[in-house]
Every structure is written in structure tokens, then in C-alpha cells.
């Protein structure tokens, strides 16, 4: 994540997204000789996904950003299968158990809480966050 000088809080997500493509095109050209679109996939899933969702359980992502990451799957999906549309992509992003951005987001960021609560390591958070306002 990259924080933007504003008045407020902000984050990029357009570095997520450039490193996304650049390890998906690398990928997808590697993958094409196999022939099978479920290798791209796999691929997908396990290499470019977790690129794209970096640190996203510890900021609080707008909806706009969330539409973008969005929309680097959908036109990934696009590029694997050749479908068009919106209604085509959404039903192979169903098939193909490839969750909504947002969706994605808040599972990582019940696991991060989760796993803070189970060990104990929100005190320390919540401690510091006492001693940075001080």
C-alpha cells in the first residue's frame, strides 16, 4: 500500500494493480502453451491474487478502489476464457470460486483480527496507538 499525501488518511492501490498485471501477463504468456484456461487459473489464484490483495486487511479500502481491484480479475478472466460482458464474466468468476474483491477483504481481515485476538497481540497494538497520540 502506498499512503498519499492528502488532509486525510489515504492509500493507493495502483502500484497493487501494476504489480498484478505484470506478474499475470508473465504468467498468462507462460500458461498459454499448456492450452488448459484451469492452469491459468490455478496460476491466478495462487500468484497473482495474493499480489493484489497486499496489506488490504490493514486499511480500510473505498469502494472505488475495491471496483478497481475488481476489475483487474475481471479483465484477467476476460483475457483467459474470451468472454465479454458483464453477466459472462460474473457466471465464470462463479464457476470458478473467484469471490468479489470485497468479499476477499473481509475474510483477510477477520483472519487478521482473529489471529490478533488469539494472541494477544492487540493489546500491543491498541497500547501503541494510545502512545502515538500522546
Not at 49 to 75: F, G, H, M, T
Not at 80 to 102: E, Q, T
Amino acid at each position: 500500500m502506498y499512503l498519499v499525501a492528502a488532509k486525510c488518511f489515504k492509500t493507493s492501490v495502483n502500484y497493487l494493480k501494476v504489480k498484478f498485471y505484470r506478474v499475470f501477463n508473465c504468467i498468462y504468456s507462460r500458461s498459454k502453451a499448456a492450452n488448459s484456461e484451469m492452469v491459468s487459473v490455478h496460476l491466478l489464484k495462487m500468484y497473482c491474487l495474493p499480489l493484489l490483495l497486499y496489506a488490504s486487511e490493514s486499511v480500510l479500502l473505498s469502494k472505488s478502489q475495491l471496483q478497481d481491484l475488481n476489475n483487474c480479475i475481471n479483465r484477467s478472466v476476460y483475457k483467459i476464457f474470451g468472454v465479454s460482458g458483464v453477466g459472462a464474466v460474473k457466471d465464470v468468476r462463479n464457476f470458478l470460486a473467484l469471490d468479489d474483491v470485497a468479499e476477499l477483504v473481509e475474510k483477510r481481515t477477520v483472519k487478521f483480527v482473529n489471529t490478533l485476538i488469539d494472541c494477544g497481540g492487540y493489546v500491543n497494538l491498541f497500547l501503541s496507538q494510545l502512545l502515538v497520540g500522546f
